[in-house]
Nanobody, 127 residues
Framework: QVQLVESGGGLVQAGGSLRLSCAASERTFSNYGIGWFRQTPGKEREFVVAISWSGGSTYYADSVKGRFTVSRDNAKNTVYLQINSLKPEDTAVYYC????????????????????WGQGTQVTVSS
């Protein structure tokens, strides 16, 4: 059982930046693709970005391209999501998830391929 813990969320002004972290409890984390999703009340969970186990492949949702950057440090069992030029519409709970079965970052845009999810971290952007 892999446990994922997100951190780094908070309240920021529009135009600001945040770096979210997703830390895993197991070293096998380095074998898994990781995705970030976000959700606001009353809406479905939205795909943000996926990164392959090696970090060599990434896939971003169109809505975040150019402002979000995903990276990972497998030695630290951690994936990072750098968010720049934050907008009020980025306000959401951000979740990371691990896929043990799918290795295509494109396919990882589907939340059904994920086996483990974190509890989420709240990001609030004020205008």
């Amino acid at each position: 059982q892999v446990q994922l813990v997100e951190s780094g969320g908070g309240l920021v002004q529009a135009g600001g930046s945040l770096r979210l972290s997703c830390a895993a409890s197991e070293r096998t984390f380095s074998n898994y693709g990781i995705g970030w999703f976000r959700q606001t009340p009353g809406k479905e969970r939205e795909f943000v970005v996926a990164i392959s186990w090696s970090g060599g492949s990434t896939y971003y949702a169109d809505s975040v391209k150019g402002r979000f950057t995903v990276s990972r440090d497998n030695a630290k069992n951690t994936v990072y999501l750098q968010i720049n030029s934050l907008k009020p519409e980025d306000t959401a709970v951000y979740y990371c998830a691990a896929s043990t079965r799918v290795f295509s970052t494109f396919l990882m845009s589907n939340e059904r391929v994920y086996d483990y999810w974190g509890q989420g971290t709240q990001v609030t952007v004020s205008s």
